[in-house]
């Protein structure tokens, strides 16, 4: 009853205006009394309306009253002063449905300053005060306010629960421990909190460490699109001097290429954006857990702790970096490559050539493309067509089956002599230019064939043109007994079991070629090609020998 008396005088003594204390308190003709000042500002507002009111009861008068000092209250105001009376709390220290509420305080309640976990109440500043004043209530475990206090009393026994049963995953009280939980993994809520705050610094570690990996793999996207723009540009520009060289007859096709490096330079560039801004969302994402798991580790309160910990959600699934492979910055380069082969072979290009300079740009492969293949089904999304060109094959092979077989024969074969035709070894390469990725396979009979990858300009005579003897081929020589991997003149035992069919993957950006062998399910590495530039977009297929 004191405490509610004590609240009336302020409310009584102070201003409705700047609700303080009066200050040089004046009572108006309606009986309400204002600080001088705020009275007098709020009429000097009214002033234009000729007509001035009480802002309490709304009276209003005419004219403007003469204001003139209560000195009874202002004597009154000044003694409460010395007795230590202040002004009723701002409305800011009262609780609101948002806040932890004293549970002392009576009537308009204010805002709690903590909650005791022992007496299981919230107290403000006032009420607080025997907490740190009085020598038992000194022992007591104050936290932050919490509307969450009854969760911490065991609703069996009405004690608070300070053990944690490992066994059942939940809190529980002391009597609970000996009770219905006896015999389970009990141990104090404070050491399951040390436990569980250790499992929780490990995965902040790790979500701080994939946060680092995240924005590295954004560095190198931002990096990548950067080349691809150069690459393109420079793409474009070689072209545009190539084709000026064409003059009119070679405008539609000029036009044509340089649309489609741009669209999937578009195209490109904007798939390394989507993932750039995926591994940003996930950084944001990241960062949000992160900091929801150091607001956790803070609090002071074990049992919210555990309560809250049991809840969290479980990360979102990372994204796989490992498809970020960066490459040597020469996307577009084969773009004017073969626009160079347009321009030398104008006649076949017009004919047939113009589908692999469409298919150049649109193969064009960067980080973001899909992962190499690891199965004969993922391989085979590659598969392409392959026949052999009778201009290049050796005379004593007999091709046949529509020129998708070779058979070393015992005489000569009636062809006409060309240029581009093996006249040392009996080889022979395929009609097609490859580029991209392509998969193909080679079935053999016989003691020997070697499947080989080459460049166009190999030569065509003498021990130099034998595939895998020099820096231009890459083979793979199958025997019935082993197998070994040629390039320049330099061999490699490979171990896997042989087969009667191997499969050849070309992945033509990347520089790299895969030999699978079909039987066991293996794949085997052929080469990772050396030099800068690409291999050569021609395969080519040495036939199995005679016996």
Known sequence: MAQKGVQLDRETFSCSICLDLLKDPVTIPCGHSYCMNCIKTHWDEEDEKKVHSCPQCRQTFTPRPVLLKNTMLAVLVEELKKTGLQAAPADHCYAGPEDVACDVCTGRKLKALKSCLVCVVSYCEQHLQPHYDVA????????????????KICSRHDEVMKMFCRTDQQCICYLCSVDEHKGHDTVSAAAERTERQRELEVSRQNIQQRIQDREKDVKLLQQEVEAINRSADKAVEDSEKIFTELMRLMEERRCDVKQQVRSQQESEVSG????????????????????????????????????????????????????????????FEDVTAAVSEFRDKLQDVLREKWTNISQTVTDVDVLLSQPEPKTRAGFLKYSCGITLD????????????????????????????????????????????????????????????????????????????????????????????????????????????????????????????WGPVISSGGYICLSRNPHTESPSAWSSIHPPRPA
């Open 390 to 513: 009778p201009n290049t094959a050796h005379t004593k092979l007999l091709l046949s089956e529509g020129n998708r077989k070779a058979t070393v024969m015992g005489k000569q074969q009636s062809y006409s002599s060309h240029p581009d035709r093996f006249t040392r070894r009996c080889q022979v390469l395929s009609r097609e230019s490859l580029t991209g990725r392509c998969y193909w396979e080679v079935e053999w009979r016989g003691e020997r064939v070697d499947v080989a990858v080459t460049y166009k300009n190999i030569s065509r005579a003498g021990d130099e043109s034998e595939f895998g003897y020099n820096d231009k081929s890459w083979i793979l020589d199958c025997r019935k007994t082993c197998y070994k991997f040629w390039f320049n003149n330099i061999s490699t035992p490979v171990s896997d079991p042989q087969s009667s069919r191997v499969g050849v993957y070309l992945d033509h950006s990347a520089g790299t070629v």
């Open 136 to 151: 038992q209530l000194k022992k007591h475990k104050l936290v932050d306010p919490s509307n969450k206090l009854q969760e």
């Open 272 to 331: 390394v954006k989507e993932l750039e801004e995926k591994l940003q969302q996930e950084i944001t994402e990241l960062k949000r857990k992160d900091a929801e798991l150091m607001k956790l580790s803070h609090t002071e309160d074990h049992t919210q702790f555990l309560h809250n910990y049991s809840s969290l959600s479980p990360l979102s699934e990372s994204t796989e970096s490992s498809s970020i492979n960066i490459r040597p910055l020469r996307y």
